[in-house]
């Protein structure tokens, strides 16, 4: 068999027309859940992209490969077994299209094949579906014969969302001069961010204008969506013309959401809410799994590795700590988890614990947006989060933050660590250089 695990950075589940989007964003992702089975409440084990990914590779908890922030001072383990590593020793042809490996070195270990196109952009992130897919086709072409494992890490719907032209109005009622209305206050709150100049000067103005409309930008953003599905369509479409898309898996995931402005957060991946975590998942293995299949359970992105081992027939390394969501998907009942975790280390630094009924979620420090140090959501009252009840419900969020203090201190003795690594790397390098990832 053969996968294709295809990465979509700063994806949202929310954003999809297969995840209940009114808007016809995902054309191609839509007929991939169709053909395989959709994991409706996959969560991020970490935000942002680096531990994220570093996740997926390992199939550890943060807590436990240790890497919570892009630029704080821990490197994994060399011993680490990784996902590409694991295959390659198991007589996989790897191969990965990405960029990951300019910033952390593990992100190159075990792939035979590394192929970065966006070392022809000055800015790595701006890298193209189009672009990325020229190199994974022509090796799908060359090595498709093999047994092949072939990572694609797409950034189309990253910051700034600059899809082609042809996109940039596809999902926006209005035109030029409505984007750029003096009248329309809606990006206020914007220019009050330090990003907001900076976007002003630079993103917005090679948009050709002074852009005031948020519903052009979040038009932006499904655009941009639209393009990397156009892009996927066109991966998928290259796979069935190798003959192999019938003993292939397909795994389609993304690393963390965005918010658009929900929760005073503008256009990046800042907070621990659903908008951030809530990341889709989709598998597609044609005679292996079903087809047109919806799993409800809540699922963490820590299982990924362990699941593409599973349904491969490889041994799962004893130090992945996800596990496999193959019986999930083929209709056996697995135990269901009670809470997950997740650690960020962007412009805040906090812990999330999520269960059936609840989030609570802890500040390690103060940042930027003033957040409460202590919020408390109801789920199933409240789930876009727009009422923090931890004042009204002190019970509820002293219960809940002792858990979730006793799981950090359980894991760091068992770890033999110095402390919360959240704490420790605090709000990272790389946000007070204006950026995120």
Not at 48 to 66: A, D, N, V
């Amino acid at each position: 068999m053969n996968i294709l695990l295809i990465a979509v950075d700063t994806l949202r589940a929310q954003q999809l027309s297969c995840y209940g989007y009114g808007r016809p964003t995902s054309p191609a992702i839509d007929a991939l859940a169709r053909e395989g089975v959709l994991f409706e409440e996959m969560i991020a084990s970490a935000i942002p992209t680096h531990p994220s990914f570093t996740t997926l590779y390992t199939g550890q908890h943060p807590m436990t490969h240790g890497v919570v922030a892009h630029e704080g001072d821990i490197d994994l383990a060399r011993k680490t077994p990784l996902l590409a590593s694991t295959l390659l020793r198991n007589g996989w042809t790897t191969c990965a299209v990405d960029n990951l490996a300019t910033a952390r070195d593990w992100f190159l270990r075990g792939y035979e094949f590394y192929i970065d196109p966006s070392q022809r952009r000055s800015l790595g992130l701006m890298v193209t579906c189009e672009q990325q897919n020229i190199r994974a086709v022509e090796f799908l072409r060359k090595y498709g014969g093999e047994q092949f494992f072939l990572f694609i890490h797409y950034w189309d719907p990253h910051t700034p969302y600059l899809p082609p032209e042809r996109y940039r109005t596809m999902f926006y009622d209005g035109d030029a001069r409505t984007a750029s209305d003096p009248a329309n206050r809606s990006l206020d709150a914007l220019w009050r961010h330090p990003l907001g100049k900076a976007w002003r000067d630079t993103w917005f103005r090679a948009l050709g204008g002074n852009i005031t409309d948020a519903e052009y930008v979040r038009g932006l953003y499904d655009g941009s969506i639209r393009y990397v599905d156009d892009g996927i369509g066109a991966l998928l479409t290259a796979l069935d013309e190798t003959g192999r898309a019938n003993d292939t898996l397909v795994v389609l995931m993304g690393d963390h959401g965005e918010c658009l402005g929900e929760h005073g957060v503008w256009y990046d991946h800042h907070g621990l809410y659903e908008e951030n975590v809530h990341v889709p998942f989709i598998l597609r293995f044609p005679g292996n799994l079903p087809a047109g299949v919806r799993i409800p359970q809540t699922v963490q992105t820590m299982d990924i590795a362990p699941t593409i081992l599973d349904l491969a027939g490889v041994q799962t390394p004893e130090t992945m700590e996800g596990r496999s969501l193959a019986p999930m998907a083929n209709g056996e009942p697995i135990e269901p988890l009670k809470r997950v975790i997740t650690p960020e280390c962007t412009w805040q630094a906090k812990w999330a614990l999520r269960t059936e009924d609840w989030k609570f979620i802890l500040a390690r420090s103060v940042d930027y947006y003033g957040s409460p140090p202590r919020e408390l959501y109801d789920r199933r009252s409240d789930p876009l989060e727009l009422r923090n009840i931890a004042e009204d419900k002190p019970e509820i969020a002293a219960e809940l933050e002792a858990e979730l203090e006793d799981w950090i201190a359980s894991e760091v003795s068992r770890l033999n660590r110095t402390g919360d690594p959240v704490a420790e790397q605090g709000v990272e390098k790389f946000a007070r250089r204006w950026g995120s990832a």
